[in-house]
């Protein structure tokens, strides 16, 4: 057993297309916090909090709806009740105006990583539990991803995450509650004209992380030299972006595109990380047909020749953060040109040698590159 246990439910939708009319404004996820060993004593206090309010029936926001003061008044009994809990919220046409990101893939690979960091970084020996009734995407991909990444699921654990059913477990009724009341505080679609009293009312045993979509600041422990090149790599993609914001051209739409998931990738998912061109070509405007050689060609190649830094190597694609980026990429340009270039010299003298020197390509001022350099 963990010495933390968390259940988790969530709020909205990871679909970043705010206009459509049953899509909240924002996504939240909400894990009520519970020290293994004291779980049955706050299981009856909230289950004496559930009995006060809602008889035998279940505990859930969705049977409080717009009640602002049933509400409050019970917030106020499961903060009595020792409830502690942590929500992460997104405001989801934030996420959109600072990255131009209008993909769910790499959205949904983003709160994976910031759910992971905030729970699992806090709480080493942690189990989580979810509501499996009605399960979104999004709890099933963090659950593939815990078991990917999760590395310190130690003796007391078997799994990092398993599913839990809200009507038969009543902390997972809690999070349903704590979810559904910071949506009527945040939710610009189900907004309560006394949200302030709804989030104030949480403020003490409810720990709200709700800036963490924003590009996080340089370590001090960067180098001076890491911290140019990432600023200047920023800064072309950036000016590309805005440049090109208003086309319609359908190539540059694609360019777009792929620079802005790179670019949200770098500042939102892993500044380390190379994206693979699938991965790019799956979760982009450019069309899945595109082939890897295509893709280079028709979108990378003209996002390098409009002077963005694209730093590229056998992992895939990113938007460099570090002098070793970009030194991995000459060196690997390096192993590719090389020895193209020699070839074509040999082949050159090949031909001079063989005319007895009357045909020497390597003197036309076209093929002045294969020389090398002047002696």
């Known amino acids: 057993m963990a010495d933390v246990l968390a259940f988790a439910d969530e709020y909205g939708q990871p679909n970043l297309d705010t206009s459509i009319d049953n899509v909240s404004t924002h996504y939240i996820v909400a894990g009520v916090i519970v020290e293994h060993g004291r779980e049955d004593a706050q299981r009856a206090a909230l289950d004496a909090v559930r009995g006060r309010h809602f008889q035998t029936g279940v505990m859930r926001s969705a049977s409080i709806g717009s009640s602002d003061n049933r509400r409050l008044r019970i917030l106020s009994d499961l903060c009595r009740a020792g409830v502690h809990a942590l929500a992460l919220i997104v405001d989801k046409d934030l996420i959109r105006e600072d990255s131009g990101l209008r993909f769910q893939r790499p959205f949904r690979r983003f709160l994976n990583r910031k759910l992971y960091e905030e729970l699992y970084n806090t709480f080493p020996s942690l189990h989580?539990?979810?509501d499996r009734v009605g399960k979104s995407d999004f709890m099933i991909r963090f659950k593939a991803f815990l078991e990917e990444t999760h590395h310190l699921n130690t003796l007391f654990s078997d799994s990092a995450m398993e599913w839990g059913v809200g009507r038969e477990e009543v902390f997972l009724q809690a999070a349903d509650v704590i979810c559904g009341s910071l949506g009527r505080c945040f939710d610009r679609k189900k907004l309560s004209p006394r949200a302030s009293e709804i989030k104030e009312a949480m403020t003490r045993w409810v720990q709200l992380r709700d800036g963490f979509w924003r590009e996080a600041t340089q370590a001090a422990a960067v180098g001076t030299a890491d911290v140019f090149v990432s600023s200047v790599a920023n800064q072309r993609a950036e000016t590309f972006i805005e440049r090109n914001r208003a086309s319609k051209d359908e190539?540059?739409?694609?360019?777009?595109?792929?620079?802005?998931?790179?670019?949200?990738?770098?500042?939102?998912?892993?500044?380390?990380?190379?994206?693979?061109?699938?991965?790019?070509?799956?979760?982009?405007e450019v069309p899945r047909v595109m082939t890897k050689r295509q893709f280079q060609t028709h979108v990378i190649a003209r996002l390098r020749d409009a002077d963005v830094l694209i730093a590229s190597d056998s992992r895939g694609y990113k938007v460099p953060s570090t002098m070793d980026d970009v030194l991995e990429y000459l060196r690997w340009t390096k192993k590719q040109v090389e020895p193209m270039v020699a070839r074509a010299k040999r082949m050159a003298e090949a031909i001079q040698l063989a005319s007895n020197n009357t045909l020497r390509l390597l003197e036309e001022d076209e093929f002045k590159y294969l020389r090398g350099p002047s002696s």
Do not use: M, N
Not at 258 to 275: G, M, N, P, T, W
């Open 251 to 284: 190539d540059v739409r694609r360019q777009l595109s792929c620079l802005k998931y790179l670019l949200f990738h770098k500042r939102h998912i892993d500044a380390e990380a190379y994206v693979h061109a699938p991965e790019i070509i799956g979760s982009t």
């Open 128 to 130: 989580l539990t979810a």
